[in-house]
């Protein structure tokens, strides 16, 4: 439920403004992982800032597009597990 409600949200925004899918993505597993696992795994926090560090330095996307897309998938799987009472 969460991976469609970031995608449906991600893609409306790259209609206006080009949000980094790959910072989104990595964090939306990320965040996944942990909150199914009570945190059991938070080294995996380590992870989404090599993938954006690697997307800025490429020159793929600016840091605003990576902070948005880890904000945005950080944010909506917090909210939708929350509301299934898993946290």
Do not use: D
């Not at 597993?29 to 330095?57: D, H, K, Q």
């Amino acid at each position: 439920m969460s991976v469609l409600l970031i995608l449906l949200v991600a893609s409306f925004i790259t209609l206006f403004w080009k949000i980094s899918i790959h910072a989104l993505a990595i964090t939306a597993i990320v965040m996944t992982i942990n909150m199914l696992s009570g945190f059991a795994f938070w080294y995996a926090f380590i992870l989404p800032p090599f993938v954006m560090w690697s997307r800025v330095e490429t020159k793929r996307h600016t840091v605003a597009q990576v902070v948005a897309g880890m904000m945005l998938s950080t944010v909506i799987v917090y909210v939708v597990y929350s509301l299934f009472g898993i946290s």
